[in-house]
C-alpha cells in the first residue's frame, strides 16, 4: 500500500497518505509548513523503511499536497486530530514521530496524544512556539487583529501567507513556556546555520521535556531544509537508533 491513497474524515475532507507495513515501530512523518508528503525527507524515509522492511506512514495535512481543502483554513489542531486519526486507522503497536520545523511542533502535540504508543520523537530543525518567536511584534499584532500576513519564501516564487486562524488556534498550544510531559526518548537535529529556526529553539525544547533522555545533534554547516545527502544519512542513522 505504498502508492498515494485517501482517508475519509468523518466531515467528507480526504486526507493524502503513503503507507508502508513493516516490523518494529511505525514511523509517522510530520512535513513542515506548506509542505508535503513528497518533501526530499520524507520521501527518503519512507524509501529506506520499504528497503528495511520497517512500517512508516507519510501524509499531507489537509491544504496541503494532494489532500483536499484550503491551505487558509489549516490549523495546528485540525492536523493534529488529522494525523491522530489516520494512525488511529492504519498504525497498530508503538510509534515513533519525526516532525520537521512546524512539524517539530505539531509532533509535540500529537504525541500528548500518543503517550502510550511512544517509541520515541525525532525533531528535525523543530520550531515549536513560533507564533511567539518568530513573528514581530507588529505582524502578531497584525495576525491578532484577524489579518493575514505575508513574508518573503525561499523555497519558492509566491509569499508564504499566515492566517489568522492559524494564529489564534497556535497561541493555544505554546509549550516552550513550560514542561512538557512526554518521557519518551527523543533526538533533535538542528543546523547550526538555519536561517528560519534558531537552533537554539532545539536547546530550549530539550530543558522543557520531562524526558531524561534528550539528545540534540548540531550540524555546524547545516541549513534549516537539512536535505543534503550528508543530513539524510545522519537522519537514518538517528531513525535506525530506534530500531536497533
Known amino acids: 500500500m505504498s502508492e498515494v491513497m485517501h482517508h475519509t474524515l468523518y466531515d467528507g475532507r480526504r486526507i ?29 524515509l519512507f524509501a529506506e523503511a520499504q528497503e528495511k522492511g520497517r512500517a512508516c506512514l507519510l501524509l ?4 496541503c499536497g494532494q489532500s483536499d481543502g484550503d491551505f487558509a483554513d489549516g490549523m495546528l489542531s485540525r492536523w493534529r486530530d488529522e494525523v491522530l486519526a489516520l494512525v488511529a486507522s492504519y498504525v497498530s503497536g508503538p510509534v515513533v514521530l519525526a516532525g520537521s520545523s512546524m512539524g517539530g511542533w505539531l509532533m509535540l502535540l500529537v ?36 489579518e493575514t500576513i505575508y513574508e518573503p519564501n525561499p523555497y519558492g516564487p509566491e509569499p ?19 514542561q512538557i510531559d512526554i518521557t519518551c526518548p527523543v533526538r533533535l537535529i538542528h543546523g547550526k546555520r538555519d536561517a528560519d529556526v534558531p537552533w537554539e529553539i532545539s536547546l ?29 544519512a545522519l537522519l537514518k542513522a538517528l531513525v535506525a537508533g530506534f530500531y536497533e
Open 60 to 63: 499531507d495535512y489537509s491544504g
Open 204 to 232: 530550549r525544547l530539550k530543558a522543557a521535556l520531562r524526558s531524561d533522555d534528550v539528545q540534540v545533534t548540531l550540524v555546524e554547516d547545516g541549513d534549516h531544509r537539512l536535505s543534503r545527502e550528508s543530513d539524510i
Open 160 to 178: 508564504t501567507p499566515t492566517h489568522a486562524g492559524f494564529f489564534a488556534d497556535a497561541e493555544c498550544h505554546l509549550r516552550l513556556e513550560r
Open 16 to 44: 493524502a497518505f503513503r503507507y508502508t507495513h513493516g516490523s518494529g515501530p511505525c514511523l509517522v512523518f510530520l512535513p513542515g509548513y506548506m509542505s508535503d508528503l513528497a518533501g526530499g525527507k520524507a520521501t527518503a
Open 111 to 146: 504525541a500528548e496524544h500518543l503517550r502510550h504508543r511512544l517509541a520515541g520523537l525525532i525533531g528535525i530543525a523543530p520550531a515549536p512556539d513560533f507564533t511567539r518567536w518568530g513573528y514581530s511584534e507588529e505582524q502578531r499584532a497584525q495576525l491578532a487583529a484577524g
